[in-house]
């Protein structure tokens, strides 16, 4: 099978201090794979890495035969905007925008046009019991209505790497479980592939396999080892 | 906790005597309840009778102190099976996870990579609990969350442990 995403032997600092020093991680199309380690480990760092937000000091970064690491900003832009889709710990909703339109937000700047953008966000309130939210601004939202908001931002341009960065880290236990389980339900439906990067084990188990990050190194132990 | 292969493991250092296996046991795993000398003295028979140990010398007036048990390679190798497999996970299983981290460093063997092992298996049936719980009524959801969460707690406990290892090494081995 092809892997759809790869990191390999990936060094990173933040000035003098180290963060990744050579990871290597490889995962498969329509993979659900969770990222886990303590605070500091580096697995946010990796994630950022793999998704073109962060440039390797050193290593690779490979995404559909193309490296990443290798991209001019504008192409890594490019990259996130039309193939990927995002969910961090804190929705990082525009509050200025109602729920829709903060849906609609990837579309809007892939150039689709406005009144189509709108019609497949509305599909995704319907899909993540958010009916009747449409039209609030995030600040009208509970924190699990919010990240299920994001959820369907970041699943609404149909991204081949779904990027989640502590998707329940603000939530409470069910409403975390809730939202794991529409964000696995709806990538398995997309075929799309996720990263999952958490620190809480009940979180990566609904992955397909985890692999821990220590001292900035993965720990992979059903697959490759950095 | 098998009281068998924790005294498997402590012969797997060095050969002994039961006095000092049933002392040394206590200190490290009884946790307010001793070993009782009957059951040292039968466990030791009995790993004898299997060909896990042998007994390599009767001092001079008898009793079962002058006795000395030497580990054999059928014994090593039944301890190096149980350190080596991860403890199938299920709820309170933390005194068997004990007594191998406890035993791996006394013995100088790879406790982190064990520890990384059991890690693995538990997220592997958090996995099949999880899939459970999607699948299932509300009731199989309680009971999976039941283990769910006895599980959470015991990859915290191997967390803090992976990171107080080397604190540990040097504690069993003074």
Known sequence: ???????????????????????????????????MGASGSGKSTLLHCLAGILVPDSGEILFDGARVDSMTEA??????????????????????????????????????????????????????????????????????????????????AGPEVLFADEPTGALDSLTGEQVMDLLVTAAREQGTTVILVTHEPRVAAYADREVSVRDGRVNAPDRIAS | MSVPLTLLGLLDREPSHGYDLKREYDAYFGRGKPLPFGQ????????????????????????????????????????????????????HLQTVLFAKV???LMLDRPAGEYLDTQRSAHLQRMRELTEIKRGGSLVDALLADHGLYHLEADLRWIEMTGARLDALKKAVRQ
């Open chain 1, 1 to 35: 099978m092809t892997i759809a995403i790869e990191a390999r032997d990936v060094v990173f600092s933040f000035g003098q201090t180290p963060a990744l020093r050579g990871a290597s991680i490889a995962v498969d199309p329509g993979e659900i794979v969770a990222i």
């Open chain 1, 75 to 156: 192409q890594r832009s490019s990259l996130r905007r039309d193939r990927f889709g995002f969910v961090f710990q804190f929705g990082q909703l525009v509050p200025e925008l109602t729920t829709a339109e903060n849906v609609a937000l990837p579309l809007l700047l892939s150039g689709t046009r406005r009144a189509e953008a709108l019609r497949k966000a509305y599909g995704w309130f319907e899909r993540l019991g958010l009916e009747g939210l449409e039209q609030r601004r995030p600040g009208e939202l509970s924190g699990g209505q919010a990240q299920r908001v994001a959820l369907a931002r970041g699943l609404v």
């Open chain 2, 40 to 91: 040292v003295y039968s466990t030791l028979s009995r790993l004898a009778r299997d060909g896990k140990v042998v007994i390599s010398e009767v001092g001079p007036g008898e009793g079962p102190d002058r006795k000395r048990y030497i580990i054999t390679d059928l014994g090593a190798t039944e301890v190096e099976q149980w350190l080596t497999q991860p403890v199938e996970p299920e709820p």
């Open chain 2, 102 to 104: 406890v035993l791996a």
